[in-house]
């Protein structure tokens, strides 16, 4: 899978970026995400994300991560299929990483694991996972939870 990464704002060190890109690498593997794939990653500021959340949701506020899928249709969009070699672009996460610092240090977690969480989360949710109802948010966690305690990003662990 090929992840593209964005961190203008230098907010994340050389060590962070490569542990979301291992995460996100991991999580593709074990969902069976085809290899040819394509996902880009982009980490903002607060004042960033609330406009890219006011803008295309609507809500005028900061927030954690934004999943942007590509393979969902809006209204009038016709849907196309891929040529044989075209890869699949699965869409695109955008990270808060103040809001990221600011929740981690709000549950008690290590900035890695919350930043391992985001991505985890903001991914699952461009391959279909959802928590709006109750069964599907079980299920959602317990596999974000697999991932992080592969790479030992555990809750509470500062």
Same mark, same amino acid.
């Given at each position: 899978? =090929? ?7 230098? &907010? ?9 890109? +291992?995460?996100?690498?991991y ?7 085809? +290899? =040819? ?5 982009? @980490?903002?500021? =607060?004042?960033?994300i609330? *406009?890219?959340n006011?803008?295309?949701?609507g ?6 991560v934004? +999943? @942007?899928?590509?393979?969902e ?8 299929q ?19 610092r600011? *929740?981690?240090?709000?549950?008690? =977690? ?6 391992? @969480?985001?991505?985890?989360h ?21 596999? *974000? ?7 030992? &990003?555990?809750?509470?662990k500062?």
């Amino acid at each position: 899978m =090929n992840i593209y990464m964005t961190d203008e704002g230098t &907010l994340l060190n050389e060590d962070q970026l490569k542990l979301v890109e +291992s995460i996100l690498v991991y999580t593709a593997k074990e969902e069976d995400i085809e +290899s =040819n794939s394509e996902l880009s990653v982009t @980490f903002v500021t =607060n004042d960033e994300i609330q *406009q890219i959340n006011r803008e295309w949701r609507g809500k005028d506020q900061a927030t954690d991560v934004i +999943s @942007f899928a590509m393979d969902e249709l809006g209204e009038d969009e016709i849907d196309f299929q891929l040529l044989e070699d075209e890869p699949v672009v699965l869409g695109d996460l955008i990270i808060s990483v103040e809001r990221c610092r600011e *929740q981690a240090a709000e549950y008690g =977690n290590h900035f890695e694991r919350e930043l391992g @969480f985001l991505a985890v989360h903001g991914f699952l949710h461009l391959l279909g996972y959802d928590h709006i109802e109750k069964a599907d948010e079980e299920i959602m966690t317990k596999r *974000q939870e697999e991932i992080l305690h592969h790479f030992e &990003l555990y809750r509470g662990k500062l």
